[in-house]
């Protein structure tokens, strides 16, 4: 059997806010632990202030804007992108030693980080989260409590353009019933470490015992 670490997979899940990508997504995370599946939410750089109960390095990695910028100059960005006035971004270092070690990494981003993302790296697989109507968006915003009537205004004027660039993505999944979202969810991880590039390569000696086992039958 071959010592050599699988590379972990790219997998960039984006929705509007409210879609419920981030409970989604952790959810997953702990499941998938569970399974021994070896996966990790990246922690992104955001230049907005610290809300309570979060921690920086455990929600955000929160920095100034000279910080981000001085970021950005020296190419320690995967991906970055603004948001609601606010810069957001991907830590290229933490990303690829991640990879390396056989980490599926998941980036919580929108769709102008995901084609920054395709565009280095094609084989990264990107899931869109709908929910199942505007008016269970609105009432999500609403009810998590974060943010001003103005905000949320901003929030649902911004998720057409967010749900308009939902071909450019690998899976669909509509966040409706939570738990079978969840199963979708796991499912395209699941997928892809049993997709034929993955999986053959996880199990190139046993094909090659089997060949040279049914070639002796021939």
Do not use: C, F, S, T
């Given at each position: 059997m071959s010592n050599e670490v699988e590379r972990g997979g790219l997998f960039v899940v984006s929705a509007p806010s409210g879609g419920g990508k981030t409970s989604l997504t952790r959810a997953a995370i702990d499941e998938l632990a569970r399974r021994q599946m070896s996966a990790e939410i990246s922690v992104s750089y955001t230049t907005r202030k610290c809300r309570p109960g979060e921690t920086d390095g455990q929600h955000y990695h929160f920095v100034d804007e000279a910080g981000f910028v001085a970021m950005v100059d020296n190419g320690e960005f995967f991906e970055h992108a603004e948001v609601f006035g606010r810069r957001y971004g991907t830590g290229r270092a933490k990303t690829e030693e991640l990879l390396a070690r056989g980490v599926d990494v998941?980036?919580?981003?929108?769709?102008?980080?995901?084609?920054?993302?395709?565009?280095?790296?094609?084989?990264?697989?990107g899931i869109f989260i709908l929910p199942p109507s505007v008016?269970?968006?609105?009432q999500r915003l609403h009810s998590r409590g974060q943010d001003s009537a103005e905000t949320i205004t901003e929030r649902m004027a911004e998720a057409h353009s967010e749900i308009a660039h939902?071909?450019?993505y690998d899976y669909l999944i509509v966040n409706d019933d939570f738990a079978q979202a969840l199963d979708e969810l796991i499912a395209v991880f699941v997928a892809r470490r049993l997709s034929r590039p993955v999986a053959s390569a996880r199990h190139a000696g046993l094909v090659e015992r089997l060949l040279d086992s049914t070639a002796r039958k021939v």
């Open positions: 998941v980036l919580d981003i929108d769709w102008q980080g995901a084609r920054q993302v395709k565009a280095q790296m094609p084989e990264a697989i008016e269970v968006l609105e939902h071909a450019e």
